[in-house]
């Protein structure tokens, strides 16, 4: 995740449990999207930001073929991601000058990330910078800034806490996602919507949960069931969250055309 001044990247870290493309994980469709919009990609894949490395490890599970590098700009996140025996690399990496050289990788993937950055047509010309001409760039934006969105509506009234909980400094509608893209010398492959009604009332209710909190959590929902200890709590917690996540999963499956929280967009470099 990109450095600035109001979040620490170091004491919450995102990203160190499974990934799958079983509707019982969050990250499904994410999965899903990428895998299929890379699927004739060969060779090796960057992902960026990539937190605690549970989405770069699932992608080198499902593509054994490929040459899998992890970069965030967190060492604590780095750190964790190399805990485990994995054939992916984990490096330290800025976003807005990746340790790579030109033309090094032959897609780059970002999810969840560039809504963090407060530059974020700088960040997107630093990975065109990294990937060749014919190369795919795949991401996945939250478009907190639409109308339509439940997050953009509260947005209208002061409702904040993603910001200062979640590192989100951007409110992107997709329309300015597509032309930075081919701002930065992508042509538009593919584009899809997730995050619809589920989706966003659970993810509003969490945020505004956290901020009558008062303060952080060290990590997201899957990655606490994950570490914590068994219990009645966590085991709730894991049936909710599973529940969530399979109806969040089917809503935007069936409807990838309509808009919803986030989009799924992919980019050939010219």
Known sequence: MEEQTQFDYETKTWGGHQVDISPAYLGALRLKYCLDDVAEVSGSLLEVGCGAGG????IARYRPDLSVTGCDISLAAIR?????TTDVRFELGNTYELPYRNEAFNAVVMFDVLEHVDDPAKALNEMARVIPSDGLLHLYVPCEGALHTIHGALARIGWMPKEQYGGHIQRFVARDVVRM????????????????LVNQIVDAAYFTALSIRGHNVPT????????????????????????????????SAWFPWLPGLGIHVTGKKI
Not at 80 to 84: F, I, P, S, Y
């Open 55 to 58: 989405m770069a490890k699932a």
């Open 80 to 84: 964790e991601a190399r805990t485990h």
């Open 220 to 251: 997201s929902i899957e990655g606490h069931i994950a570490t914590a200890k068994p219990s009645v709590g966590v085991e709730a917690l894991r049936l909710a969250k599973t529940a969530v996540a399979a109806t969040s999963y089917y809503e």
């Open 181 to 196: 893209l081919e701002r930065s010398g992508f042509q538009i492959a593919h584009e899809r919507w997730s995050g619809h």
